[in-house]
């Protein structure tokens, strides 16, 4: 009786991971612009900027561009340190939030250049 117990439970577990949907990452780019806003404005969390930055972006290559150039502001490289944080809840000082601004340029263009396309 408990092996049969045990064996329904576990395949109506098992039956239960296979039928949910994986989670994913998969932001677009006005989700991206909106993130913008909030890092200048001072508004955005620092684990959502984390996470936007830490995970690449496959199924939008431009888009996957303005993420690491984000993520230059916050690790650094060879020629630049990263930016510092800002006062209070700024994620990067004035300098680096003026970087976040032109990328935030660059991707409005992105935004503005997207084909429109309607299914009717």
């Known amino acids: 009786m408990t092996i049969l117990l045990t064996t329904l439970v576990l395949s109506g577990l098992f039956w239960a991971l296979m039928r949910s949907e994986k989670s994913r990452y ?5 989700k991206v612009e909106d993130l913008l806003k909030k890092v200048i404005d001072g508004e955005a969390q620092s684990q959502t900027w984390d996470l936007y930055v ?24 060879e020629e630049h340190p990263p930016y510092p944080s800002g006062i209070g809840r700024y994620i990067f ?23 429109y396309n309607q299914d009717f």
């Open 26 to 30: 998969r932001p677009d780019r006005r």
């Open 54 to 77: 830490g995970y690449p972006i496959l199924h939008d290559p431009e888009l996957d561009e303005i993420r690491r150039r984000c993520a230059l502001l916050s690790e650094g490289d």
């Open 93 to 115: 000082n004035r300098a680096g939030r003026q970087q976040v601004e032109l990328i935030l340029k660059d991707l409005q263009q992105l935004i503005a250049d997207e084909p």
